[in-house]
């Protein structure tokens, strides 16, 4: 049971309206150690089919697509593609799950999603795993974000597909053919005609855009009242977390096992085995 998944859905409600939360289940529900795993701005969360086959050995792994993205369904009201909306959904998951505690992994907005919940009183988090993001999020990042987010244009085929991703996730470091097209699968969509789109909403780019584009967002109020165990993963090359931001999450909030992964930039995919082994060491060690 451990390698196979379930696909799930649930409904939550945001004050523009009802909307569909889809998310993967992997290993054995009667669990009760559950594993969420949130993904990227514009991922899904089948970027988490590796390293959830490796966890469901030991947890039921929880991988949401965000509203906006995947198999979710669109906001009616753009604005409301934020950090607590995404909160608030995932509260209504762990409702649903019936989980009382959870250990969390996010990549990038995962894991600002994932730092929102921990630094509440009485957070479901008792383990938070931060990919490759932070308390600072650099302006230059979100502009190199914002060339692309919101824009791509419609392939002509699959092959053209993953030429796209593979220059817009060129900082994710090293990958084959195989798993480049892994990556591009789940976070594009055929449709009737033959050709492909980017598998989420445009209007994602609305309330990203309309952010200061010349500064950083700063988070160290979340941060600093984090209290759970923590590990911070940064690719070495990252423009978003920036190795000065790391050195100083380490002696602050719940100060966190901080490691780096050599020629990755923004971000770690946790697909390969030395990078999960990581995460597994962290999550399982007392």
Same mark, same amino acid.
């Given at each position: 049971?451990?390698g196979?998944?379930?696909?799930? $859905?649930?409904?939550?409600? *945001?004050?523009?309206?009802?909307?569909?939360?889809?998310?993967?289940?992997?290993?054995? /529900?009667?669990?009760?150690?559950?594993?969420?795993?949130?993904?990227?701005?514009?991922?899904?969360?089948?970027?988490?089919?590796?390293?959830?086959?490796?966890?469901?050995?030991?947890?039921?792994?929880?991988?949401?697509?965000? &509203?906006?993205?995947?198999?979710?369904?669109?906001?009616?009201n /753009?604005?409301?593609?934020?950090?607590?909306?995404?909160?608030?959904?995932?509260?209504?998951?762990?409702?649903?799950?019936d989980?009382?505690?959870?250990?969390?992994?996010? *990549?990038?907005?995962?894991?600002?999603?994932?730092?929102?919940?921990?630094?509440?009183?009485?957070?479901?988090?008792?383990?938070?795993?931060?990919?490759?993001v932070?308390?600072?999020?650099?302006?230059?990042?979100?502009?190199?974000?914002?060339?692309?987010?919101?824009k791509? &244009?419609?392939? /002509?085929?699959?092959?053209?597909?993953?030429? !796209?991703i593979?220059?817009?996730?060129?900082?994710?470091?090293?990958?084959?053919?195989?798993?480049?097209?892994?990556?591009?699968?789940h976070?594009?969509?055929?449709?009737?005609?033959?050709? !492909?789109?980017?598998?989420?909403?445009?209007?994602?780019?609305? &309330?990203?855009?309309?952010?200061?584009?010349?500064?950083?967002?700063?988070?160290?109020?979340?941060?600093?009242?984090?209290?759970?165990?923590?590990?911070?993963?940064r690719? %070495?090359?990252?423009?978003?977390?920036?190795? $000065?931001?790391?050195?100083?999450?380490?002696?602050?909030?719940?100060?966190?096992?901080?490691?780096?992964?050599?020629?990755?930039?923004?971000?770690? *995919?946790?697909?390969? %085995?030395?990078?999960?082994?990581?995460?597994r060491?962290?999550?399982?060690?007392?």
């Amino acid at each position: 049971m451990s390698g196979e998944f379930r696909q799930r $859905e649930l409904q939550c409600i *945001t004050p523009g309206g009802l909307h569909r939360l889809a998310y993967t289940e992997w290993g054995d /529900p009667a669990k009760r150690k559950v594993l969420m795993c949130v993904h990227g701005l514009s991922r899904c969360g089948r970027d988490f089919d590796a390293l959830a086959r490796v966890m469901s050995a030991d947890y039921r792994v929880v991988c949401p697509d965000v &509203p906006g993205r995947g198999l979710s369904g669109w906001l009616k009201n /753009p604005l409301e593609y934020q950090v607590q909306t995404y909160v608030a959904d995932m509260v209504t998951l762990l409702a649903r799950l019936d989980a009382d505690s959870v250990h969390w992994l996010g *990549t990038s907005m995962g894991g600002m999603i994932g730092m929102a919940l921990a630094s509440l009183a009485e957070t479901p988090v008792q383990k938070l795993v931060l990919n490759d993001v932070g308390p600072i999020i650099t302006a230059v990042s979100l502009a190199r974000i914002g060339e692309y987010l919101g824009k791509a &244009p419609t392939f /002509p085929d699959f092959a053209a597909a993953i030429k !796209y991703i593979r220059v817009v996730s060129a900082p994710f470091g090293a990958h084959s053919d195989a798993e480049w097209s892994v990556l591009t699968e789940h976070v594009t969509r055929r449709q009737p005609d033959g050709s !492909y789109r980017m598998h989420y909403d445009p209007a994602i780019a609305v &309330p990203f855009n309309a952010a200061a584009p010349d500064k950083n967002i700063e988070l160290w109020s979340y941060y600093d009242a984090i209290r759970c165990p923590t590990l911070v993963i940064r690719g %070495a090359l990252s423009d978003l977390l920036k190795r $000065e931001t790391l050195q100083e999450m380490a002696g602050r909030g719940p100060r966190p096992r901080t490691v780096e992964i050599p020629a990755v930039g923004h971000a770690p *995919t946790l697909m390969h %085995a030395d990078q999960i082994a990581i995460v597994r060491e962290f999550l399982l060690a007392d």
